[in-house]
T-cell receptor
Framework: EAGVAQSPRYKIIEKRQSVAFWCNPISGHATLYWYQQILGQGPKLLIQFQNNGVVDDSQLPKDRFSAERLKGVDSTLKIQPAKLEDSAVYLC?????????????FGPGTRLTVL | QKEVEQNSGPLSVPEGAIASLNCTYSDRVSQSFFWYRQYSGKSPELIMSIYSNGDKEDGRFTAQLNKASQYVSLLIRDSQPSDSATYLCAVRGTGGFKTIFGAGTRLFVKA
């Protein structure tokens, strides 16, 4: 079974530029998550999708971050414009749609450096 | 108070010993608890999930949950140098079903 796919793996941009990340979840997983992980910290949820609807985006900086999951499969996370503090690893995860049993599986992540 | 707290470590144990990793959480009605292992430069990998009070064993790993004390732990028996990593505790509450991660405990197993 293929795991969660993400691209690109690395990205270096200058502040005020825009960047987009792509995620393809495990086949059959209805729930998709985007996390931000800053060095030395645990992953922080940015947005959670159930199929193509948003379940939680309370920690997404909506003035600069946006995400979509068209057709309930692939997802794209965009940052525009980027700030220095956005330097982090952006992790995509997926899980079966279940109220209680919600084991999440992570992709390899995208390491973003903002100069 | 942080929602999910872990000792940042590093926790250093000799090869073959038992490593004990601890986690406390603040949401009393949390239902699901997970342990992830994260090697340096890699993404988190799920190693254990636990949903009921008591112990759950899987190979060299044992997860322990005490909801009354709001405490979950991970024991690694016969620790190996390959177990050296950061271990993340994750807790899923009932409100919004959001999973909250701790900052992780760094484990170092000395050969």
């Amino acid at each position: 079974e293929a795991g969660v796919a993400q691209s690109p793996r690395y990205k270096i941009i200058e502040k005020r530029q825009s960047v987009a990340f792509w995620c393809n979840p495990i086949s059959g997983h209805a729930t998709l998550y985007w996390y931000q992980q800053i060095l030395g910290q645990g992953p922080k949820l940015l947005i959670q999708f159930q199929n193509n609807g948003v379940v939680d985006d309370s920690q997404l900086p909506k003035d600069r971050f946006s995400a979509e999951r068209l057709k309930g499969v692939d997802s794209t996370l965009k940052i525009q414009p980027a700030k220095l503090e956005d330097s982090a690893v952006y992790l995509c995860a997926s899980s079966f749609s279940s109220v209680r049993y919600n084991e999440q599986f992570f992709g390899p992540g995208t390491r973003l450096t903002v100069l | 108070q942080k929602e999910v707290e872990q000792n940042s470590g590093p926790l250093s144990v000799p090869e073959g010993a038992i490593a004990s990793l601890n986690c406390t959480y603040s949401d009393r009605v949390s239902q699901s608890f997970f342990w992830y292992r994260q090697y340096s430069g890699k993404s988190p990998e799920l190693i254990m999930s636990i949903y009921s009070n008591g112990d759950k064993e899987d190979g060299r790993f044992t997860a322990q949950l005490n909801k009354a004390s709001q405490y979950v732990s991970l024991l690694i028996r016969d620790s190996q140098p390959s177990d050296s990593a950061t271990y993340l505790c994750a807790v899923r509450g009932t409100g919004g079903f959001k999973t909250i991660f701790g900052a992780g405990t760094r484990l170092f197993v000395k050969a």
